[in-house]
């Protein structure tokens, strides 16, 4: 199995800064994309970033300018660096991957446990 581990999250003022991390562990071969969601109150899951292996990045449109996603392929992380954060930001964020547990395989979704972001106005 793949486990992935989310940590960083807690309490924060607007405009606030929060770093969220993420380790995959597991039979992994090599993780095609990675990202972060995000489900508040009442709300559906929503895509916040994404990173593929080669870098490229993709953003909600909420959080432009101000999230920052980064990952390291070596050690099967990734990072979401939250700033200038504001009160719809809170939310339970959800790491993703997409995992390749061995070379002949296709890759398959993993979730991780969620992690909660809390922001006072």
């Known amino acids: 199995q793949v486990q992935l581990v989310e940590s960083g999250g807690g309490l924060v003022q607007a405009g606030g800064s929060l770093r969220l991390s993420c380790a995959a562990s597991?039979?992994?071969?090599?993780?095609?994309?990675m990202g972060w969601y995000r489900q508040a109150p009442g709300k559906q899951r929503e895509l916040v970033a994404s990173?593929?292996?080669?870098?490229?990045?993709n953003y909600a449109d909420s959080v432009k300018g101000r999230f920052t996603i980064s990952r390291d392929n070596a050690k099967n992380t990734v990072s979401l660096q939250l700033n200038s954060l504001l009160p719809e930001d809170a939310a339970v964020y959800y790491c993703?991957?997409?995992?390749?547990?061995?070379?002949?395989?296709?890759?398959?979704?993993?979730w991780g446990k969620g992690i909660l972001v809390t922001v006072s106005s």
């Open positions: 993703n991957a997409d995992v390749r547990r061995y070379k002949w395989s296709g890759g398959v979704n993993y």
């Open positions: 597991g039979i992994i071969f090599s993780i095609n994309a």
């Open positions: 990173v593929t292996s080669g870098g490229t990045t």
